[in-house]
């Protein structure tokens, strides 16, 4: 594993006719949504201007069932709790060995954890949960080396950790990490952290609650599902931190607040409305403090021009807003 020496380680039947026209209702909805919100890369957005969507109900609340790591991954540090000691069937019972010991309002006494459970590859190991407490939670002490490395390891964040947030020029939209989760998600934030800028790293695209949405987010009844869309967009790939496609993690359903990437990123959005009409096809990896949400509502409120991406109406910021993602000072 090659720990440092320090780790401790019945209804009536419908007509054809009638079945036919709710089908085909019910695949225009889905059309649209798909459209409004499709993976846009920065350098697509002049040329192909596509949007993000989506379209079923459903889905967990943040974090409910979520237990993951990312394969090929160490994390070193010391050890709270031996993996030579204790030892587990499935990478997620150490996922959850981990969150039992960081619950209540006390400080976490686990935060990261790490297992072998590859039979072959990990050879008299295999099994082993190590159960560790990153010094900075923020930057966890890694080792990477693709397919050389059996382990998988996740971490966890307790009440008030993982908080960051999008600086931009209106105001700080604070946000909640979620790395059991989207691990992959939370990491190149973490990287993106370790940097002094955010070098093109923006939102360009603002569309308001409209008269669709109440301000809690909750959908009138009756009302249209957009245009607008209720949401800000924008990309998160900067120069420095080479931005590679993160895999499809947890997709919950869309709630107001939600941090979610459009397709394998970089391009992302922050919602304003709850979007159950959405599939459960972006991956959330946060979600914005709900006393922060006036900022995000009021960059959806800034001069916009009309554009069309894949045939559906959009609001493009006239003037993008630059962001960068930061983290909080040791008092805060």
């Known amino acids: 594993m090659g720990r440092r020496h320090h780790d401790n380680d019945g209804s009536k039947r419908l007509g054809f006719p009638v079945f036919l026209l709710i ?3 019910a695949f225009s909805l889905v059309y649209i949504s798909l ?14 201007r596509e949007a993000v969507g989506g379209s079923e109900a459903g889905g967990d609340e943040y974090g409910s069932g979520c237990c993951k790591g990312i394969e090929n991954l160490e994390l070193w540090g010391p050890a709270v709790k031996w993996g030579t000691d204790f030892r587990l069937n499935r990478s997620e019972q150490c996922c959850s060995a981990c969150k039992d010991m960081c619950s209540g309002d006390g400080p976490c006494l686990c935060n990261s954890w790490v297992f072998c459970g590859h039979k072959e590859k990990c ?30 390891s996740g971490l966890i964040y307790g009440k008030g950790e993982g908080i960051v947030y999008l600086e931009t020029e209106h105001g700080n939209l604070h946000f909640k990490l979620f790395p059991e989760c ?8 973490t990287e993106l ?5 955010c070098a093109g790293c923006r939102f360009h695209r603002a569309e308001g609650r409209g008269e669709s949405w109440d301000s809690e987010g909750n959908h ?8 607008p869309f209720a ?3 924008g990309t998160l790939e900067t120069e420095g931190v080479p931005f590679g496609r993160i895999p499809k993690e947890s997709c919950p359903s869309i709630k107001r607040g939600s941090v979610a990437w459009i397709g394998s990123g970089p391009e992302f959005f922050i919602s304003l409305a709850n979007h159950d009409e959405w599939r459960k096809d972006y991956t959330v990896f946060g979600a914005v403090l709900p006393e922060d949400m ?23 910021l006239k003037n993008p807003v630059s962001l960068k993602v930061k983290r909080l000072a040791s008092s805060q």
């Open 231 to 233: 949401l800000i967009q």
């Open 123 to 152: 050879g008299d190991r295999f099994g082993e949960c190590w159960l560790k407490k990153q010094n900075d939670i923020l930057d966890p002490d890694k080792q990477l080396a693709e397919q050389k490395v059996v382990w998988t």
């Open 182 to 189: 989207a691990p992959h998600s939370v990491l190149y934030i």
């Open 193 to 197: 952290l370790k940097l002094r800028h």
């Open 23 to 25: 089908s085909l209702a």
């Open 220 to 227: 009138i009844s009756g009302r249209t599902f957009g245009p």
């Open 35 to 48: 459209s409004t919100l499709r993976p846009l890369s920065s350098s697509q957005f002049a040329d192909e």
């Open 294 to 316: 006036r900022i995000a509502e009021k960059i959806a409120q800034l001069p916009t021009k009309q554009d069309i991406w894949s045939n559906i109406q959009v609001s493009v």
